[in-house]
């Protein structure tokens, strides 16, 4: 009956994976637990930061080969406002947010109307732009030398130390992200996006106007990024601009391709499974061999392309889905 | 009743290939009107045309009595283009000076430089912007207009002020003083040109296919283009994208107006698939519909937006005798509905049923139109089907 259940709602399926979550940092795992907790907050931040880059290539159909430069300047914003003013977290998150969606905005505007692989090197020239401004401008961000000594967040007066409070801090965030992606996904809004990435011909004489939302697609994107890098900051405590190299983005896309473009479920699946695929990597495979990770990396994606072109969770069957259950909600 | 859609002397070129040659065509209120023609005769091409999917070369459409492509003269095209030549050229001269003369000790300097060819860029893309008429083009020139105005102002009453030309010696003043008088005028005129409403008038923008839809012009495709990955009442839900009006703000909180037109929107999205008969398959993904499927919910999609115009494309192209039927009671069920349609048809028999008035197209020029008896009889018509040689055996 219970097995039923989870069956058919997915739902039930994340709710109990929410609570697994949850209990993670009080199950015995002896003098390991901080090291798993620390690589679970990685996947969490990294699950983030796919849910946010999902938004352009999966919902809407442009690639992006920029996105950690809005996660670079998330972390900057956040770095700089917390060593400068001293502000909470509560403020700077929302304020890197609107960074990062003013940025997308200012790229996205014009260069939008460039098709497909035009922009995917205009979103690329952008990240490399971000990383070379961080380190050259010396007077802002240090360049080189990095910003160390970032406040760690408080709550209620209580600064965040130890590692569960720190996974705690990013899971509520998750569920922050998540409730808006799903919001948006399922709104008129998401519903455009949908028609730019299906048939942009179709879409515009459904009276979809392309640029505004693909500027919206890109400018909200982009804030969900930049609000991931704002928590790094804070969490990681020392920003450098060798953090937000091109290397990041093209993973943050990697997690998206193996979890199947434009469905939520498989974004996050897929960051669940490969962030911490390369720290038991890094445990099993020999000393000498430990850059070979990505070897496996590639391996993985090679296989998947074999067996699954589509992803773990294609697009496809999610929206069918999607429909079956709005069907069930209906028929009840 | 009265005129919905007019169209005047429509004109497109590809290059040196014209699609479309001087077309006028006229459709009144609750009329089903025929195009056919052979192949490449330009009938989809003028559908594009209406929809804004291209952007035609000459003459004028308009919908509802209001132009959607307003008539521009060539003499007018013309002079907005030496207009942004002119523009484009002074820019040239105005990018060095002001370097020059402003802040010489930088005119060297490679991100100046840069800087300056960044700034020319923009402004000769503003030059091919303004020749499509685009709208952003014409915010920018603004801009551009009224930095050159204040420069030109700055250099006439700084005349004696500024010093040589860098590594010339020759007095700057040669240069700005005649630069000032010419681009200051200049300016004025074209600032007084650029009101927004006027331009509208005078030049006309070109409305996007967005747009149109707002308007209330709905179409299908030759080729079925529907969002196959998306389920049949999503396809539908698109549809209705033009009636909502919830913006990102109202989706993140949910706010009561974004979940009541949310219900509402579903309502009328199962109301649209009921009248073409598809609420049996609300639930399946799009791409799953057998291909007669397909067609009527390209037509319910395009319903959805609430259209006074809807084009069919070929809607029958493909279907068997017993759904073509099935389509023609459908159109006829539409257009009780007081939606002008406008049809696109190879199958004479759908057309003949159907339209109250053919029109005729034969590489671009339209050969005769008229009703559907007058068009079975006319020989340009047999002529432009079956060939000039079976026609003159057949008479």
Redesign the interface.
């Known amino acids: 009956m219970r097995w039923q259940l989870y069956k058919k709602d997915p739902r039930f399926v994340f709710l109990s994976l929410i609570f697994l979550a949850v209990l993670l940092p009080w199950l015995p795992l002896g003098a390991s637990t901080n090291y798993v907790l620390r690589i679970m907050t990685t996947a969490v931040l990294y699950m983030i930061l796919a849910l946010g880059l999902n938004i352009v290539p999966g919902f809407t159909g442009l690639l992006d080969l920029g996105y950690v430069g809005f996660y670079g300047i998330g972390a900057y914003t956040s770095g700089l406002l917390s060593i400068h003013y001293d502000l909470s977290l509560w403020v700077i998150l929302p304020l890197a947010a609107l960074n990062g969606a003013l940025w997308g905005t200012i790229l996205g505007a014009p260069t939008l109307r460039l098709t497909g692989d035009y922009f995917a090197i205009v979103t690329f020239g952008f990240s490399e732009l971000v990383v070379l401004v961080l380190r050259n401008e010396l007077w802002l961000t240090r360049g080189p030398m990095g910003l160390p000594g970032i406040s760690p967040p408080s709550i209620f007066g209580h600064p965040l130390a130890s590692d569960w409070e720190f996974f705690y801090l990013i899971l509520l965030l998750l569920m922050i992200v998540l409730l808006v992606v799903t919001r948006l996904q399922n709104s008129r809004l998401g519903r455009a996006w949908f028609a730019i990435r299906e048939d942009e011909i179709a879409a515009q004489c459904c009276g979809v106007n392309l640029i505004r939302y693909k500027v919206t697609a890109f400018a909200i994107s982009a804030s969900i990024g930049a609000m991931g890098g704002a928590f790094y900051a804070k969490w990681f405590k020392f920003i450098h601009p060798d953090m937000f190299k091109f290397w990041e983005s093209i993973l943050i896309l990697c997690l998206i391709v193996f979890g199947g473009m434009g469905s939520i479920a498989g974004t996050m699946l897929g960051a669940l499974i490969l962030i911490p695929l390369s720290e038991v990597l890094r445990a099993v495979l020999p000393q000498g061999l430990f850059n070979a990770r990505y070897l496996i990396y590639g391996l993985v994606l090679v296989l998947m392309m074999r067996w699954r072109p589509e992803g773990l969770v294609p697009f496809k069957r999610a929206q069918a889905k999607k429909a079956k259950l709005a069907q069930e909600r209906l028929e009840i | 009743m009265n005129t919905i859609l007019k169209i005047i002397k429509l004109s497109k070129s590809f290059g040196g290939l014209s699609a479309l040659r001087e077309i006028t065509l006229e459709a009144k209120q609750g009329q089903i009107v025929g195009i056919i023609g052979p192949n490449g005769a330009g009938k989809t091409t003028l559908f594009n045309c209406l ?1 804004s ?1 291209y952007y035609s070369t000459g003459g004028q459409i308009e919908f509802q009595e209001r132009p959607i492509v307003p008539e521009v003269a060539e003499t007018k095209r013309r002079l907005i283009k030496s207009c942004a030549m002119l523009f484009f050229v002074l820019g040239l001269i105005w990018v060095p000076l002001f370097w020059s003369s402003i802040v010489p000790h930088t005119f060297f300097k490679v991100e100046v430089v840069l800087l300056g060819i960044f700034i020319l860029s923009i402004r000769f893309f503003l030059v091919r912007g303004l020749m499509r008429f685009q709208i952003w083009a014409w915010g920018l020139i603004f801009v551009f207009l009224i930095s050159d105005l204040w420069f030109s102002i700055w250099w006439l009453t700084h005349l004696l002020s500024l010093g040589p030309m860098i590594g010339t010696g020759i007095p700057l003043y040669y240069f700005t003083v005649p630069w000032g008088i010419i681009a200051g005028p200049f300016s004025i005129y074209l600032i007084s040109q650029l009101v927004l409403r006027k331009v509208r008038q005078l030049y006309g923008f070109r409305l ?3 747009a149109i ?2 308007l209330g012009v ?2 299908t ?1 030759q080729n079925i ?7 049949v ?2 396809n539908v ?3 209705f ?2 009636q ?1 009006r ?3 703000l109202g ?2 909180l ?1 706010t009561r107006s ?1 979940r009541d ?2 219900g509402l929107t579903e309502k009328e999205a199962f109301k649209c698939l009921r009248f073409v008969g598809l609420d049996g398959r ?4 799009a ?1 799953a519909l057998a291909y007669g499927e397909q067609r009527r919910l390209e037509i319910a ?1 395009a319903l959805a ?1 609430n259209p006074q115009l809807l084009l069919l494309d070929e809607p029958a192209a493909g279907m068997n005798a017993q759904e073509s039927s099935e389509l023609i009671r459908l159109i006829l069920k539409i257009r009780e509905k007081g939606i002008t349609v406008l049809i696109i048809e190879h199958d004479m028999k759908v057309m003949m049923n159907l339209a109250d008035n053919i029109y005729v197209l034969d590489y671009g020029v339209l050969i005769a139109d008229g009703t559907a008896d007058e068009i079975r009889t006319n020989p340009r018509v047999i002529e432009a089907y079956l060939g000039g040689g079976t026609a003159h055996a057949a008479t």
């Open positions: 929809t999917l996007g296919p967005d839809c707002r709905a179409r495709f283009r529907l969002f196959f990955n998306l389920s009442l999503d839900k698109i549809g994208h033009v909502m919830s913006g990102v989706i993140l949910k974004q037109e949310e609300a639930f399946d993904l791409g999609r937006s």
